[in-house]
């Protein structure tokens, strides 16, 4: 069972059409009837290009896309095009701009960025900001940041807690690890697992490994068992038999 930790999100299609815009001069070719479909189709060959690592071309085609349509999946392409180049400069500035146009997950990508160049304060500031405006990811990712950098087990359980009320499957596997690993507290890291049961593991895989990976008794995997009932909101109730 491995901790299965978020190192960077993806570069995803984006469809324009979900988006504030900006405060930019507006370009000439915003006001062609066909700004939409050419916006779209210069978006969809940016995300080619950059499946393919050609990331000069790929931006070729965003500032195209963004000329006909300021969209705020187009920012963040932006951001995640100029991070791979390693042009932090202009991927926190895109990064900044597609959140402040309504694209949350460029408040995310800030707070990685950032925790990767070990600023965590700014890190810990931009998953907050994600936060706010609704970022299950964040909330995973800031317990990470607290478990991983700041070292501050407190905080990386509530937070944890909250991106498992928030819905999120990753967390239970995360704070199941830091309470057998760090709390040393076998019963409640196995009452997470066992609450992952049809979420993303099968009841086999999930005793199986509680039994023979870490070696729990029998005794404990009922008391976990029914301590995972009053942890988690959708505990598994199937039985450990």
């Known amino acids: 069972m491995k901790n299965r930790l978020l190192n960077l999100l993806l570069l995803t299609l984006l469809f324009i059409g979900q988006s504030a815009y900006a405060t930019e001069p507006l370009s000439a070719k915003r006001f062609d009837p066909q700004a939409k479909v050419k916006a779209q189709s210069a978006f969809e060959q940016a995300n080619a290009y950059a499946k393919q690592k050609k990331y000069k071309k790929a931006l070729e085609y965003l500032k195209t896309s963004y000329e006909y349509e300021q969209a705020d999946g187009t920012a963040f392409n932006f951001g995640v095009v100029?991070?791979?180049?390693?042009?932090?400069?202009?991927?926190i500035k895109w990064y900044k701009q597609s959140f402040e146009m309504g694209k949350i997950d460029g408040g995310v990508n800030l707070g990685l960025l950032y925790k990767e160049h070990d600023e965590y304060i700014k890190s810990e500031q931009w998953y907050k900001k994600a936060i706010h405006k609704g970022s299950i990811q964040g909330l995973f990712n800031l317990a990470l940041l607290y478990e991983?950098?700041?070292?501050?087990?407190?905080?990386?359980?509530?937070?944890?807690?909250?991106?498992?009320?928030?819905?999120?499957?990753?967390?239970?596997?995360?704070?199941?690890?830091?309470?057998?690993?760090?709390k040393k507290d076998n019963l409640t890291a196995s009452a997470y697992y066992i609450a992952t049961i049809d979420k993303s593991y099968s009841k086999k895989q999930i005793l199986d490994f509680l039994r023979n990976d870490w070696k729990i008794d029998e005794t404990t995997l009922k008391k976990a068992y029914e301590l995972q009932k009053a942890l988690v909101p959708n505990p598994y109730r199937g039985g450990i038999d």
């Open 82 to 91: 100029y991070e791979a180049l390693k042009d932090y400069e202009n991927a």
């Open 148 to 182: 991983e950098k700041l070292n501050d087990i407190p905080n990386a359980i509530e937070w944890y807690k909250k991106a498992i009320n928030a819905g999120d499957v990753d967390a239970y596997d995360n704070i199941s690890l830091l309470y057998h690993d760090i």
